[in-house]
């Protein structure tokens, strides 16, 4: 985690928590969007990596064998 | 449109795994085999309401017991796309123990190139305790991974999914070494879940202090698929496959997908939300009665000449249980993770019956996964984008790759 300091939201209310997790969401999918625009196929990578990179960042929650429920599943 | 549709071609099994939900395969009733004409009469009804599904999945008992069931559905699917009842040509899938594979196993999956799930608990010292035959008793891992390297060399895909138990904390394996353990082989996806059990069984998880313990080894896998992405390797680990895309989901007041985008069909023919519920009458979303004794006005569908009439089960049985949903739940209400959580209603059950409520220290994993995430995610996307950046061979301009969005 090279010294990165994860903060616990449950210190913050409800209501600034979400607030703060909806902004870190918007970070995150502008993210996910300007890495869709490389190009995976020109590096190095394994065709089998590129493949998973692939699964993994597409925006369905519901790709895997599990249809969405494989959350945890406590 | 329909994410998932299980169908049940088996409910028997040649195992007796330690914590089955589906009691041995049976679901609470009798060995079957899938109902041919019933099964596809509920079909039929089904592709009625929703002419896209993104997935059909074969389960069991253990479904490759029944092969000719899993031919003739694979085909009736497909012609339903061959005639446009269906807007899209599905995936297929199997979750399998894997430990029946002929050649004629291996020609079907090839054909209609089904995705196989592999049940393995891991190493064959845990595994082998956890899974062994019925009757035998003896262990199956072994043939397993002769099993696995045969769709290898057919070279169909596979995940596997990984019950997690009271004995691997006895033997000290984490998450982390259950997603190294995996990586020998090239699965598409390692999902890796707690035992659903009742909260007295000893096959769970004892003491809050145990059950703490596996939500720190959850995390822990999330961080080490996160550090493994911020060096330009992808550990397909299900969970956080899933959390990313819940980043990207709509928000919902349903804990899961079960009886709206999510439906099974049991051996018998009857449909339920979930293929957990089965034979949990209260959980039936629909019955299809064979109609013959009704006048003919009240006939809506046909099927190998018999007719058919779908009667929602609400209408019938009183008793039938609401899903609950996170409106309905007062701790949820003022959480603030609400909009993004998720929670399997078949554990809830199996936790506590006929009260399904989230269990807290899944909200406390979800939670927890959530912050790991949302604060990791940018700069992890960052560390992979430059290593893939650094690895492009010199003077070589790759094109843009779209995504599905």
Known sequence: MAGQTIVNFDGLSSEAAEKFANGLVEVAKIKMESLAKHSL??????????????????????????????IGCW | MLGRLTINTSQSCNLDCSYCYAGGGYYGGKS???????????????????????????????????????????????????????????????????????????????????????????????????????????????????????????????????????????????????????????????????VSVSEKSELGFCSEDEQRLVVTYQLDALNYALDHLSQGHVVPYGYLREVIGLLRSESSDRYCPAGESNLAIASNGEVYG????????????????????????????????RKFKAIPIEAENPTAITFPTKSMVPRCNQCWARQWCRACLGNMEIRSPGKPV?????????????ELLLQRLPFVIDGFSAIIDAEKPPGRVGGKRDYPS
């Open chain 1, 41 to 70: 196929t020109a590096t190095k990578m394994s065709l089998e990596d590129v493949h998973k990179a692939e699964l993994l960042f597409r925006a369905a929650a519901t790709d895997g064998n599990t249809g969405n429920c494989g």
């Open chain 2, 32 to 194: 079957l085999l899938m109902d041919d004409r019933q099964v596809l009469a509920s079909l039929m009804q089904i592709v009625q309401k929703h002419n896209d599904i993104r997935l059909v999945q074969f389960i069991g008992g253990e479904p490759l017991l029944n092969l000719p069931a899993i031919r003739t559905l694979c085909k009736k699917v497909n012609n339903l796309v061959t005639t446009g009842a269906l807007k899209n040509q599905p995936r297929f899938g199997v979750v399998t123990n894997l430990t029946i594979l002929t050649e004629k196993h291996l020609e079907v999956l090839r054909e209609f190139e089904i995705t196989v799930t592999v049940s393995i608990d891991g190493p064959d010292y845990i595994h082998d305790k956890q899974r062994p035959k019925k009757k035998a008793l003896t262990g199956t891992h072994a043939i397993i991974l002769k099993n696995l390297a045969r769709l290898e060399r057919a070279g169909i895909s596979y995940d596997f999914e990984a019950t997690y138990t009271r004995l691997h904390l006895q033997n000290n394996v984490t998450f982390v070494d259950l997603l190294e353990y995996f990586s020998k082989w090239k699965p598409n996806r390692i999902d890796i879940t707690p």
């Open chain 2, 274 to 305: 979930c293929h957990m519920f089965t034979n949990k009458k209260q959980y039936r979303v629909e019955k299809f009665t064979n109609i013959q004794s009704f006048p003919k006005s009240q006939a809506t569908r046909s099927y190998f000449g």
């Open chain 2, 358 to 370: 989230p269990f807290s220290l899944h909200c406390e994993l979800t939670k927890h996964s959530l």
